[in-house]
């Protein structure tokens, strides 16, 4: 039976207060949103936090507005994202994304913003306590050798976020806030390529809101690969976000991987190779060669590495005919098993 | 030991070992060492088949056994639906417009099995009842059934009331089933090799049976016409022919009550002799056999390997449904489990680096992990009941709970042959497995994904029993090339 451990809570109703409780707690607090994550990690012993301070009380964290573009406020659920009409019809991807976080009961608690800043994932750190005694823990939580590659002098974990591929193709930016002040990001610019350190944000700082430019002209799509269509974490995910010529040539466009690597990250070569092209079979081809020379899978997640390694460019190419325009409805329902 | 079930075997012949592994304990699931034999009979048919250019539902077909033989290992076979199962899923399917003849990439697989209804010896050795069931009736005409029966989702109190609320013409809500609490009911020995409908029920048949003796004794006397004569249906009790003679079913058990005393009956059941009598005849031995056969269509993707199940029909030969519902439910549980074991179940294991103990350790010792299908990827399943009642089983209902599941993965391995050519000879068949045998396929070598051989065992000498085809009579016999050898080794000496 895994228990949780005892713990504060606190529940502010402010995020000024919220910055201020956490930036007294130190390194022992820990913020919690729907807790979806971090409540089985703690279970765990993954996380064990002195103190949880809440933030589901906390007012001005479920806003959506509208501006140069869209503010979604780093509280709304999964669900209350998927089900604003602003993101399904204008930010595609995103909206695809958050509709294939976990399943339906982890998306009504689950928060765009939680999902932003989740812990990184692998096969020898998600564990209970027991297992990872009996292997001397992993780098990532109170042992030394990274188990999946025992050579590696950092850790290997997986991104295992899918909003924000999908984020950083539309180029998102997050504000963070705390005790000392605010601070814009853009989105890349939160992850670290390390499965441990995986993230910008300082430990007393609050994400609040994840403001999102504006989407004429654009398109935008993101493709899941998990075992299941419902309730599994991302294998890959291949978020695009483009911007065409009437004739169909691209102008602007961002591909982001997701889960083949610690951090979520725009594969450059491709998204560069694309711009001044029409999106033909050919191009798409190379494109998915280029995207897929990046992606790093691990054997620390579900389903063959060499496999998941080889559909790169398969999976690219879906995103990418879609953004062409292709009817890709039979394609996603044998992938997602469900219409997106 | 159930692979002769099924299709016409002149002889048969069977090695088996156990092993021992430093893996986590083994444990009985649906089908209980049935689905693994039967995953390579049925996917071993399908390469015959293709060798032989012959329809795989058609070579099935022709060679299915009958029903009220003895197969070649001396198992009983009662009623037999399985051609007609075949015929069933053939026409519902569309197979013969599909098989071979769907676009690259979609394909049907077809596969057959039989399961057992009970096993025919107990697992505790003994000559005692394999189940009890008490019935008290009291004057208000309240039936309590007791029985050691456990309902645990898969409907046995509705099958221990039915068949008593139809033995005793009255309605299942008139019947209150007390089961599963062993200081309280009769023994049973519980829910295993599908045994619960068949045992449970023969024995509730036999209760209901006395107590319906008992009414309609007192019945008759009370109307005044011979007992042959009482019809007891939808809660009276009546003279056929004559509508002016009735009574309540209460009213009977008043009459019964007054002139046997309290009313109580008990029934119980121990399945008949295996006919074999050598040392394995115990193992596959039932009163009766379900069978199956499930057509299973797939999509899959050469660029990846993706595979999709859209649609699968299933038809089982169940003798008779006693909950149409309830069976529908239980087949289509069945067929979810075995999608299941073909497409992602599995114990996946790993080595630890030589740096920690180069131990095999656990991949993945949860359940978030462990992948079973959702209902997402569960799929449209049209299920066909065959009911040719058999004579062994209560009302002739035969097993539904573990059968169906059986042809599920082989179905699967098939169609994905029928769709892109390649042979995945083990289960979970993955996208991975998929694709690498796609792979083989296209550098022209065999396109096979599965175990490369099997591990040499040092096998017990096989007992050796001759068929009853060939005029034997159940007992072990001397092998004739062993007598021949004996001879040669005198004739030496």
Known sequence: ????????????????????????????????????????????????PATLI??????????????????????????????????????????????????????????????????????????????????GYCMKKEGKTCWVATASKRCLAVSSTDSAPALIALGAKVRLVSAAGERELALPELYNNDGM????????????????????????????????????FPLLGVAVAARAAPDGCIEELRLVLGAVSSQPFLAGKASDFLVGKKLSDEVIAEAGAL?????????????????????VPSFVGYALREIRGDDMRAMRMRIARQEL | MLTPLTYELPRFKFDACRVFTNKPACGPKRGHGTPQPRFGQEVQLDKIA????LDPADLRLNMVTKANTLTASWLKIGSNGLAECIRQVVAGSGWKQKHGKLPQGRGVGIACSSYMTGAGVSIY???????????????????????????????????????????????????????????????????????????????????????????????????????????????????????SKTMSFAEAVVYAETKYGTLGTVGSYTPPKPPGKFKAAGVGPSPAY????????????????????????????????????????????????????????????????????????????????????????????????????????????????QGPLLPVMPAVANAVFDAV???????????????RALHLKREGKSPRVGPERFPEVPYVEPTFVIPPGEGGDGTESKPPQRKAAKAAERAAS
């Open chain 1, 1 to 48: 039976m895994m228990r949780l451990p005892w713990f504060k809570h606190a529940s502010p109703t402010s995020v000024a207060e919220a910055a201020r409780i956490l930036a007294g707690e130190g390194p022992r607090g820990m913020l919690i949103a729907g807790g979806t994550d971090l409540l089985p990690n703690m279970k765990r012993r993954q996380q064990t």
């Open chain 1, 54 to 135: 809440s933030l589901s009380r906390v007012e001005g964290l479920k806003h959506i507005a509208n501006g140069s573009g869209l503010r979604l406020g780093a509280g709304l659920t999964l669900t209350e994202v998927v089900e604003s009409k602003a993101v399904r019809e204008q930010y595609r991807g995103l909206w695809q994304a958050a509709a294939q976080v976990a399943s339906p009961h982890l998306r009504n608690m689950g928060t765009l913003g939680g999902n932003l800043c989740l812990d990184t994932r692998c096969n020898y750190y998600n564990q209970n306590e027991d297992w990872r005694e009996a292997i």
């Open chain 1, 197 to 232: 350190d995986y993230l910008t944000r300082k430990p007393d700082e609050i994400l609040t809101e994840v403001m999102l430019p504006k989407a004429e002209g654009w398109r935008s799509t993101y493709w899941k690969l998990r075992r299941r269509g419902s309730f599994d």
């Open chain 1, 291 to 311: 995207a897929a020379s990046r992606a790093k899978p691990m054997d620390n997640t579900d389903l063959d590495v060499y496999w998941r390694k080889e559909v």
């Open chain 2, 50 to 53: 293709e060798k032989l250019k």
């Open chain 2, 125 to 243: 050795w003994n000559k005692m009842p394999h189940t009890g069931v008490q019935l008290s009736l009291d004057r208000s005409g309240q039936v309590t059934v007791f029985c050691g029966a456990t309902e645990v989702g898969q409907g046995s109190d509705d099958v221990l009331a039915a068949v008593v609320a139809e033995t005793l013409g009255i309605s299942t809500k008139e019947v209150r089933c007390v089961t599963g609490d062993t200081g309280i009911t009769p023994i049973d020995l519980g829910s295993y090799s599908s045994r619960v409908t068949l045992m449970m029920g023969n024995a509730a048949l036999q209760a209901a049976g006395r107590a319906r003796d008992m009414l309609v004794t007192a019945a008759a006397e009370q109307l005044e016409v011979a007992p042959a004569d009482i019809v007891l249906s939808r809660g009276r009790v009546f003279a056929a022919g004559d509508a």
């Open chain 2, 290 to 401: 379900s069978y199956s056969a499930c057509v299973v269509e797939v999509e899959v993707d050469e660029h990846t390997g993706w595979i999709n199940v859209p649609k699968i029909w299933v038809a089982h030969d169940i003798g008779r449904a006693l909950n149409p519902t309830l069976a529908r439910g239980q087949v289509i549980g069945g067929i979810y489990m075995g999608l299941g074991e073909a497409l992602m179940e599995e114990q996946v294991f790993r080595r630890l680096p030589p740096k920690l103990s180069n131990a095999l350790v656990h991949k993945i010792p949860s359940l978030l992990e462990y992948k079973s299908i959702t209902s997402l990827e569960m799929p449209e399943v049209e299920v066909f009941l065959v009911e040719d009642p058999d004579p062994n089983c209560p009302f002739g209902a035969k097993e539904v709970g």
């Open chain 2, 421 to 435: 050519g390649v042979r995945i000879d083990e289960v979970p068949i993955t996208p991975e497995k998929i694709l």
